[in-house]
C-alpha cells in the first residue's frame, strides 16, 4: 500500500501536511513522536476511519486497534473473540496467540469486568487472529505488566512475517529493536527510514525538545535514555 500528499487538517490547524510513504506487504513499522503531533490521526487516515486530502494507492485489507478501548456490553471474552472468523491462513495462528496472551485464563468471564490490561490482551488476541493484510496498533503496549510486552512483542515479530504490523509506541527502546522502519513524526514532516537512520541523538533530541541519550551496551546494541 502506498499514500501520497495525505494531508490532514482539525479545523483550521493542518496536523498531517503531505506525508507520503510506502507500507511493504511484511514487517513491523514503529510510529514514534511527540503527544499531540498527529500519529493517532495519520493511522486512522490510513485505515480510511477519518476524511483526509491525498490519494492511498494499492490500498490493503487493515485492522485498526484505536488507543482508546472500551467494551460497551457485558459479552464474554470466548464470545467477543468468537466473532472474528477462524479461517486465519497461518495454521496453529489463532491458538498461539490465545496461548501467549492467556486467554484461557479469561474465557467464561464478562469483558467488562476485566483488569486494564486484561482487557487489553483480549483487544490484542481480537487485532492479532484477524487475517488482514496490515494491523493497526495504536499504543499496543499500554496496560500491559512486562510479562505480556515480552509476548506481545514476540508475537508481533512472528505475525511481521505474514503481515505487515505498524505499531503506535512511545518506548524508543522498543522502537529500536523490534522495528524493520520506524516512521518519526515531527511538526509537519514524516521521517522513514530503518531505527538506525532515524533515531539519531540529533532527529531526537529536536522533535522531542529534551535531551535523549543514546548508549551502546557491551553486545554493542544502542539504547535510549533521557
Ligand atoms: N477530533 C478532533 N478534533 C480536533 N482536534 C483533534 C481531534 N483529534 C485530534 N485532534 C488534534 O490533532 C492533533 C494530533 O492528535 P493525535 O491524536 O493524532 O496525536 P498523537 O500523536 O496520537 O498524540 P498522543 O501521543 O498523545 O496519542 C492534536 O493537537 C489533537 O488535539
Ligand atoms: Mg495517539
Redesign the pocket.
Known amino acids: 500500500m502506498k499514500f501520497k500528499n495525505i494531508k490532514i487538517k482539525?479545523?483550521q490547524?493542518v496536523?498531517i501536511n503531505e506525508y507520503s510513504g510506502t507500507i511493504p506487504t511484511t514487517g513491523i513499522i514503529s510510529v514514534v513522536?511527540?503527544?499531540?503531533?498527529?500519529?493517532?490521526?495519520?493511522l486512522k487516515a490510513l485505515a480510511g476511519l477519518i476524511p483526509y486530502e491525498g490519494v492511498i494507492l494499492d490500498q490493503a485489507t487493515l485492522t485498526y486497534l484505536p488507543?482508546k478501548n472500551r467494551f460497551y456490553d457485558a459479552i464474554k471474552v470466548d464470545e467477543f473473540l468468537g466473532l472474528v472468523p477462524t479461517n486465519h491462513p497461518q495454521a496453529g495462528w489463532r491458538k498461539q496467540v490465545f496461548k501467549q496472551l492467556d486467554i484461557a485464563d479469561l474465557q467464561g468471564k464478562n469483558v467488562n469486568t476485566l483488569s486494564g490490561g486484561q482487557q487489553q490482551r483480549v483487544w490484542l488476541a481480537f487485532s492479532l487472529i484477524q487475517s488482514k493484510s496490515i494491523l493497526m496498533l495504536?499504543?499496543p503496549l499500554t496496560y500491559l505488566d512486562l510479562k505480556y510486552q515480552q509476548r506481545f512483542l514476540s508475537l508481533i515479530s512472528t505475525a511481521s512475517q505474514f503481515c505487515t504490523i505498524i505499531q503506535?509506541v512511545?518506548d524508543l527502546n522498543i522502537a529500536n529493536q523490534y522495528s524493520d522502519i520506524v516512521w518519526l513524526?515531527t511538526v509537519k514532516t514524516l521521517l522513514a527510514g530503518t531505527p538506525t537512520q532515524v533515531l539519531t541523538a540529533t532527529n531526537l533530541n529536536i522533535v522531542f525538545a529534551t535531551t535523549v541519550k543514546i548508549h551502546r551496551t557491551s553486545a554493542g546494541q544502542r539504547w535510549f535514555s533521557v
Not at 513522536?33 to 495519520?42: A, Q, W
Request: glycine fraction near 20%; avoid cysteine; proline fraction near 5%.
Open positions: 482539525q479545523g490547524k496536523i513522536g511527540p503527544n499531540g503531533i498527529g500519529k493517532t490521526t495519520l488507543q495504536d499504543e503506535i512511545h513524526l
